[in-house]
């Protein structure tokens, strides 16, 4: 008997000839494609360059538009393109009539190779071709992101309209095989799900199904009555349990129980795919109805680990090739094992797969009429060729679609096409030999690599982009991982984290001194913002004798802490940060309950909360040991960092733990004693914050915790003469009346105090001429709205340049008009209350104001009944004189601004007194350059939100009426919690100066601690 390798190598020798007999290129077409497809394989800056600059053209109208990013990409790079781009753009300067429509007629071109028809009729007449080859089809609509409600509708529509068109143009198709026809409907479309509902949060399977649901039943009801076969394409994996869960809740229905016309996509990249093709399975066999299953490698490897690096985390993707392409194998045994319930589709160009998906159906004894290989519409023609002479059932997955929306499409194709581990390329650009192409993946796993980012070489090291750049220390520092909540097992211990906390309601909260719990005789309460009913819990209050003590307990506690190893300091830090990993839900419920924010934003709140203990007990490492000044013969001079003394913490309610956790690690671990004191709106999360350090071991005194009237203690402590140092975050008015009162030295005070002053935001996002509209959407809603738009960070004018001012309003009002408004304590909610009735009261003046100013272009109708929601509300019309253009109004309020062009956007986005967050989208390489230098922002960010900021990644802090230029999560933000002192000592004996001294040394203590 032969073995199932040898049969695959003659299946696969086999394809190779038939495929070599039509000798064909790789891609359709010749020319402009293949060309920069040779250079792009060869050059990897080119192929960045390139695929930018085909994903911006379809937006650019103008030819001198055209030139000038062609000239912005290109120019300065060392391919051999760039003579021939100098060249073109030089002719094109002076006939640009000419040369900018070629170029973009060239580009639509490729486009075109790989999209099948720009509508239904253009799309019927490549389907009729391929009829004439024995070729079926799948249609596939390509389309822009949906960022609205109103854009999935069209979406819904033109599915069902397509289908129609389909049916009609195709009624009387035969199966090309003729031969087990009824597993086969002619008529096949691939819906993907992300098309069909712009609010979908992996937390809220339950919302999306429900949605989405309600969708697709007009669809699969029609595709069943005419007789045609619907296809659910996976996308990310942040979708995938949620589509996997629609396709079998919606065929469990009565409805559509029997019917077997439904398939789905498994792939193979990903790590849980066998586990969820055999729960599929055994759905199936429960159902009792046949179903298909397309699988394949998966389309978005690069985009799944590039996410997983940033937020690192384990890709959800292999990390070897070989490992896919084994799997893939695996999981062809149990399709065709399973056959009896799942008909199989192969969606593959890899001549090995194919192949070995033949040899395992004929050892299974499956007709080849029982299964299919389905390929891209415009790549592999000689193997679709060769699979229809040897017999096999083949499909064509045919996109349709306008060029601009299918410009994501190809540049997905272009990557593919141009991948280092890609079979296409090692066949047909590479002429790997055949016997290489068809050896047994397994056998080319290496063992060796390890199983996480590392093993691609990329994450963690210091290689930026080819170029070794100097790593700051935040580049090798890892942030702690977001919670998933793709996961079930997450969303279950929310729910549970949320029942847990609503349980221990009305728990009453002392205040720490000394390490003592003390009482007072009131209380305050702290209440839900989205049922304002309920009492989330009661903070002690303190009053002046408590700040006092305090103080005093401080002062004491400082002497000692002061000459504490920074070793024990940072893994003090290190202690608190793993008692936070360990309660991590538990602290994100409290926060969903006590300041009303969504699930995804309370894990954020807390992960960087432990990041900044790990991110500060690290950089006290570093700042610790005495550093050398320099080196010179007989004198040693040693420079280092004392702590100041008594530090005054006061946070704000918006980030309760981790603003409140980062000043206040910062001021423990650089030896200081801190007092701190939360927002009144937040006290629990505060006090629950000060369990966990206690529970760490806190040594007593060294961090208090109070809470009470910052008009009453914390006005107190800022003048008091025993506090050295304040590091407060919230609002200006607030943080100007602290900046001057703490200048006024007091009788008996030893130190100049120190103040860390972080305030508010005016911020601005500038929108270029081409910048990619479904991003700019996207992110612009999610920077405004996002926590109810409480984040000082958050965007609050939109500056709009004139040129596409009415495209991008034109999207963003049915944007707004779809979030989600309701109680965060559900899952998969963007906007939740503001904080409190002030701050209602407040926000509801600013629109007032906003309504006499400018004009109100959008606001929600319908807000819960209870609690403090405001709707997202929109103004257009908005100068930047006015009140709300000018004034923060901390709230979901949107300022609109139209501008004539970049000079008077900058203008604007600089004219307010605030410099803390700006962003720009942009896809011009000079513009966004020009932003970087120019924008006035402690934190500038191009093409994405410009709201979450991540410790040692994007340290955080603005300057004017923002800030006073302090970074929280930056590696200088310690210093200012020291004191920079330096010792020299004289080590020559009579003109004997010893060798050379060492660069560190260890701390400056007395007594010296006991090794
Ligand atoms: C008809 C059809 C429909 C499709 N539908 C979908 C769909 O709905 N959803 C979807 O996601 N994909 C889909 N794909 C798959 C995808 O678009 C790619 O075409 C496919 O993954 C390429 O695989 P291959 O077997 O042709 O080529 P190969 O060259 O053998 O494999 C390339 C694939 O290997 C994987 N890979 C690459 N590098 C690595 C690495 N370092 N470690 C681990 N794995 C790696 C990637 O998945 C990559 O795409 C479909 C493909 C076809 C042909």
């Given at each position: 008997?032969?073995?199932?390798?040898?049969?695959?190598?003659?299946?696969?020798?086999?394809?190779?000839?038939?495929?070599?007999?039509?000798?064909?290129?790789?891609?359709?077409?010749?020319?402009?494609?293949?060309?920069?497809?040779?250079?792009?394989?060869?050059?990897?800056?080119?192929?960045?360059?390139?695929?930018?600059?085909?994903?911006?053209?379809?937006?650019?109208?103008?030819?001198?538009?055209?030139?000038?990013?062609?000239?912005?990409?290109?120019?300065?790079?060392?391919?051999?393109?760039?003579?021939?781009?100098?060249?073109?753009?030089?002719?094109?300067?002076?006939?640009?009539?000419?040369?900018?429509?070629?170029?973009?007629?060239?580009?639509?071109?490729?486009?075109?190779?790989?999209?099948?028809?720009?509508?239904?009729?253009?799309?019927?007449?490549?389907?009729?071709?391929?009829?004439?080859?024995?070729?079926?089809?799948?249609?596939?609509?390509?389309?822009?992101?949906?960022?609205?409600?109103?854009?999935?509708?069209?979406?819904?529509?033109?599915?069902?309209?397509?289908?129609?068109?389909?049916?009609?143009?195709?009624?009387?198709?035969?199966?090309?095989?003729?031969?087990?026809?009824?597993?086969?409907p002619v008529v096949n479309l691939s819906v993907k799900i992300s098309a069909l509902y712009s609010q979908m949060s992996p937390a809220a399977p339950a919302d999306a199904i429900a949605h989405l649901s309600?969708?697709?039943?007009?669809?699969?009801?029609?595709?069943?009555?005419?007789?045609?076969?619907?296809?659910?394409?996976?996308?990310?994996?942040?979708?995938?349990?949620?589509?996997?869960?629609?396709?079998?809740?919606?065929?469990?229905?009565?409805?559509?129980?029997?019917?077997?016309?439904?398939?789905?996509?498994?792939?193979?990249?990903?790590?849980?795919?066998?586990?969820?093709?055999?729960?599929?399975?055994?759905?199936?066999?429960?159902?009792?109805?046949?179903?298909?299953?397309?699988?394949?490698?998966?389309?978005?490897?690069?985009?799944?680990?590039?996410?997983?690096?940033?937020?690192?985390?384990?890709?959800?993707?292999?990390?070897?090739?070989?490992?896919?392409?084994?799997?893939?194998?695996?999981?062809?045994?149990?399709?065709?094992?399973?056959?009896?319930?799942?008909?199989?589709?192969?969606?593959?160009?890899?001549?090995?797969?194919?192949?070995?998906?033949?040899?395992?159906?004929?050892?299974?004894?499956?007709?080849?009429?029982?299964?299919?290989?389905?390929?891209?519409?415009?790549?592999?023609?000689?193997?679709?060729?060769?699979?229809?002479?040897?017999?096999?059932?083949?499909?064509?997955?045919?996109?349709?679609?306008?060029?601009?929306?299918?410009?994501?499409?190809?540049?997905?194709?272009?990557?593919?096409?141009?991948?280092?581990?890609?079979?296409?390329?090692?066949?047909?650009?590479?002429?790997?030999?055949?016997?290489?192409?068809?050896?047994?993946?397994?056998?080319?796993?290496?063992?060796?690599?390890?199983?996480?980012?590392?093993?691609?070489?990329?994450?963690?090291?210091?290689?930026?982009?080819?170029?070794?750049?100097?790593?700051?220390?935040?580049?090798?520092?890892?942030?702690?991982?977001?919670?998933?909540?793709?996961?079930?097992?997450?969303?279950?211990?929310?729910?549970?984290?949320?029942?847990?906390?609503?349980?221990?309601?009305?728990?009453?909260?002392?205040?720490?001194?000394?390490?003592?719990?003390?009482?007072?005789?009131?209380?305050?309460?702290?209440?839900?913002?989205?049922?304002?009913?309920?009492?989330?819990?009661?903070?002690?209050?303190?009053?002046?004798?408590?700040?006092?003590?305090?103080?005093?307990?401080?002062?004491?506690?400082?002497?000692?802490?002061?000459?504490?190893?920074?070793?024990?300091?940072?893994?003090?830090?290190?202690?608190?940060?793993?008692?936070?990993?360990?309660?991590?839900?538990?602290?994100?419920?409290?926060?969903?309950?006590?300041?009303?924010?969504?699930?995804?934003?309370?894990?954020?709140?807390?992960?960087?909360?432990?990041?900044?203990?790990?991110?500060?007990?690290?950089?006290?490492?570093?700042?610790?040991?005495?550093?050398?000044?320099?080196?010179?013969?007989?004198?040693?001079?040693?420079?280092?960092?004392?702590?100041?003394?008594?530090?005054?913490?006061?946070?704000?309610?918006?980030?309760?733990?981790?603003?409140?956790?980062?000043?206040?690690?910062?001021?423990?671990?650089?030896?200081?004693?801190?007092?701190?004191?939360?927002?009144?709106?937040?006290?629990?999360?505060?006090?629950?914050?000060?369990?966990?350090?206690?529970?760490?071991?806190?040594?007593?005194?060294?961090?208090?915790?109070?809470?009470?009237?910052?008009?009453?203690?914390?006005?107190?402590?800022?003048?008091?003469?025993?506090?050295?140092?304040?590091?407060?975050?919230?609002?200006?008015?607030?943080?100007?009346?602290?900046?001057?009162?703490?200048?006024?030295?007091?009788?008996?005070?030893?130190?100049?105090?120190?103040?860390?002053?972080?305030?508010?935001?005016?911020?601005?996002?500038?929108?270029?001429?081409?910048?990619?509209?479904?991003?700019?959407?996207?992110?612009?809603?999610?920077?405004?709205?996002?926590?109810?738009?409480?984040?000082?960070?958050?965007?609050?004018?939109?500056?709009?340049?004139?040129?596409?001012?009415?495209?991008?309003?034109?999207?963003?009002?049915?944007?707004?008009?779809?979030?989600?408004?309701?109680?965060?304590?559900?899952?998969?909610?963007?906007?939740?209350?503001?904080?409190?009735?002030?701050?209602?009261?407040?926000?509801?003046?600013?629109?007032?104001?906003?309504?006499?100013?400018?004009?109100?272009?959008?606001?929600?109708?319908?807000?819960?009944?209870?609690?403090?929601?405001?709707?997202?509300?929109?103004?257009?019309?908005?100068?930047?004189?006015?009140?709300?253009?000018?004034?923060?109004?901390?709230?979901?309020?949107?300022?609109?601004?139209?501008?004539?062009?970049?000079?008077?956007?900058?203008?604007?986005?600089?004219?307010?007194?605030?410099?803390?967050?700006?962003?720009?989208?942009?896809?011009?390489?000079?513009?966004?350059?020009?932003?970087?230098?120019?924008?006035?922002?402690?934190?500038?960010?191009?093409?994405?939100?410009?709201?979450?900021?991540?410790?040692?990644?994007?340290?955080?802090?603005?300057?004017?009426?923002?800030?006073?230029?302090?970074?929280?999560?930056?590696?200088?933000?310690?210093?200012?919690?020291?004191?920079?002192?330096?010792?020299?000592?004289?080590?020559?004996?009579?003109?004997?100066?010893?060798?050379?001294?060492?660069?560190?040394?260890?701390?400056?203590?007395?007594?010296?601690?006991?090794?």
């Amino acid at each position: 008997m032969r073995s199932l390798q040898s049969d695959v190598e003659q299946r696969g020798t086999r394809i190779f000839e038939l495929v070599d007999k039509h000798p064909e290129r790789l891609f359709s077409k010749a020319g402009f494609y293949q060309r920069l497809m040779a250079l792009s394989m060869h050059d990897e800056r080119f192929k960045t360059q390139l695929f930018r600059f085909v994903a911006v053209l379809p937006s650019l109208r103008r030819s001198s538009e055209i030139i000038q990013h062609l000239e912005e990409y290109f120019s300065g790079s060392n391919d051999g393109f760039s003579p021939l781009i100098g060249m073109g753009v030089r002719v094109a300067r002076i006939f640009p009539w000419i040369s900018a429509p070629v170029l973009r007629w060239n580009v639509s071109e490729m486009a075109r190779q790989f999209i099948a028809g720009r509508n239904p009729h253009e799309v019927i007449t490549t389907l009729r071709k391929r009829r004439a080859q024995k070729i079926g089809f799948t249609v596939d609509v390509l389309g822009e992101a949906v960022v609205s409600e109103a854009e999935a509708d069209e979406y819904a529509a033109l599915y069902g309209n397509l289908l129609e068109k389909l049916a009609r143009e195709t009624k009387d198709w035969t199966d090309p095989l003729g031969k087990n026809a009824e597993l086969f409907p002619v008529v096949n479309l691939s819906v993907k799900i992300s098309a069909l509902y712009s609010q979908m949060s992996p937390a809220a399977p339950a919302d999306a199904i429900a949605h989405l649901s309600t969708k697709l039943r007009p669809l699969l009801r029609r595709a069943r009555e005419l007789g045609a076969f619907i296809n659910f394409d996976m996308e990310s994996y942040a979708l995938k349990n949620t589509t996997l869960e629609l396709f079998k809740t919606i065929l469990t229905e009565a409805e559509f129980k029997d019917w077997p016309h439904a398939g789905i996509v498994i792939q193979a990249y990903l790590r849980d795919s066998e586990g969820d093709l055999r729960d599929l399975i055994e759905w199936g066999r429960a159902r009792g109805t046949r179903f298909a299953v397309r699988l394949v490698k998966g389309a978005y490897w690069d985009y799944e680990t590039t996410k997983s690096d940033q937020n690192r985390s384990n890709p959800p993707v292999f990390l070897q090739k070989p490992e896919s392409d084994a799997n893939f194998e695996k999981l062809t045994r149990v399709l065709f094992e399973n056959e009896a319930v799942v008909t199989p589709a192969f969606g593959s160009h890899n001549v090995r797969s194919i192949a070995h998906a033949q040899a395992v159906a004929d050892e299974l004894g499956i007709d080849r009429s029982r299964f299919e290989f389905q390929l891209l519409y415009g790549m592999a023609g000689p193997i679709k060729r060769a699979l229809v002479e040897m017999g096999c059932r083949v499909r064509e997955y045919c996109p349709i679609g306008e060029l601009l929306p299918g410009m994501a499409y190809l540049v997905r194709r272009l990557l593919e096409n141009t991948s280092n581990e890609g079979f296409l390329r090692a066949k047909f650009a590479e002429n790997v030999p055949a016997k290489e192409l068809l050896r047994d993946p397994k056998e080319l796993i290496k063992p060796a690599v390890a199983e996480n980012g590392d093993s691609r070489g990329h994450s963690g090291s210091n290689q930026k982009n080819g170029a070794s750049l100097h790593a700051a220390d935040g580049d090798s520092f890892r942030n702690a991982p977001l919670v998933s909540f793709i996961y079930k097992d997450s969303q279950d211990k929310m729910q549970s984290a949320l029942r847990e906390a609503r349980k221990r309601f009305g728990e009453k909260h002392p205040l720490y001194i000394g390490g003592e719990k003390i009482w007072t005789d009131n209380l305050t309460p702290s209440v839900n913002p989205a049922e304002p009913t309920e009492i989330v819990g009661y903070g002690t209050e303190a009053g002046v004798e408590e700040a006092e003590r305090a103080v005093k307990a401080a002062r004491a506690a400082f002497e000692k802490w002061r000459w504490t190893p920074f070793e024990e300091r940072a893994q003090l830090l290190e202690r608190v940060a793993d008692i936070m990993e360990r309660r991590r839900y538990e602290l994100s419920a409290v926060e969903v309950f006590e300041v009303g924010k969504a699930w995804s934003e309370a894990d954020g709140d807390i992960r960087e909360a432990i990041d900044f203990c790990t991110f500060y007990a690290r950089q006290m490492r570093r700042l610790g040991r005495p550093k050398l000044t320099q080196q010179v013969p007989g004198e040693e001079s040693y420079h280092h960092y004392l702590p100041r003394g008594v530090a005054f913490v006061i946070a704000p309610w918006n980030f309760p733990i981790a603003i409140l956790c980062g000043m206040a690690s910062a001021g423990v671990v650089t030896g200081n004693a801190v007092i701190m004191k939360p927002s009144e709106q937040s006290i629990v999360c505060g006090a629950m914050l000060m369990q966990v350090f206690e529970e760490a071991g806190v040594p007593p005194g060294v961090l208090n915790f109070l809470s009470g009237h910052g008009s009453v203690i914390g006005a107190h402590l800022v003048d008091h003469k025993d506090v050295d140092l304040i590091a407060f975050t919230g609002s200006r008015e607030v943080g100007l009346k602290i900046w001057e009162s703490a200048g006024i030295t007091r009788p008996g005070q030893r130190e100049l105090k120190r103040v860390i002053c972080e305030m508010g935001g005016k911020n601005a996002m500038i929108v270029d001429a081409d910048a990619d509209l479904d991003e700019t959407i996207m992110y612009s809603i999610y920077s405004a709205f996002g926590f109810q738009g409480q984040k000082c960070s958050a965007l609050s004018r939109l500056i709009l340049l004139e040129k596409n001012y009415d495209r991008v309003i034109e999207r963003l009002i049915p944007a707004a008009a779809s979030l989600r408004i309701g109680n965060p304590e559900q899952p998969g909610i963007m906007v939740g209350p503001v904080i409190d009735e002030p701050a209602y009261r407040r926000i509801l003046e600013y629109i007032e104001i906003g309504k006499k100013e400018a004009t109100l272009a959008y606001q929600a109708k319908e807000v819960p009944p209870h609690g403090y929601f405001i709707p997202p509300t929109i103004f257009t019309d908005v100068k930047p004189n006015m009140r709300i253009a000018r004034e923060e109004i901390f709230g979901p309020v949107l300022s609109v601004l139209k501008v004539r062009d970049l000079d008077e956007a900058l203008e604007v986005a600089n004219g307010t007194d605030y410099a803390l967050t700006g962003g720009f989208f942009s896809r011009s390489p000079d513009n966004i350059e020009r932003i970087k230098a120019r924008l006035e922002a402690g934190n500038v960010y191009i093409n994405r939100s410009c709201t979450g900021a991540i410790v040692g990644r994007h340290p955080f802090g603005g300057f004017k009426m923002s800030g006073s230029g302090t970074k929280a999560g930056g590696e200088d933000y310690l210093l200012q919690f020291l004191v920079p002192r330096v010792v020299t000592e004289n080590t020559s004996r009579h003109g004997f100066a010893p060798g050379q001294s060492p660069e560190y040394r260890d701390e400056f203590l007395w007594p010296k601690p006991r090794q």
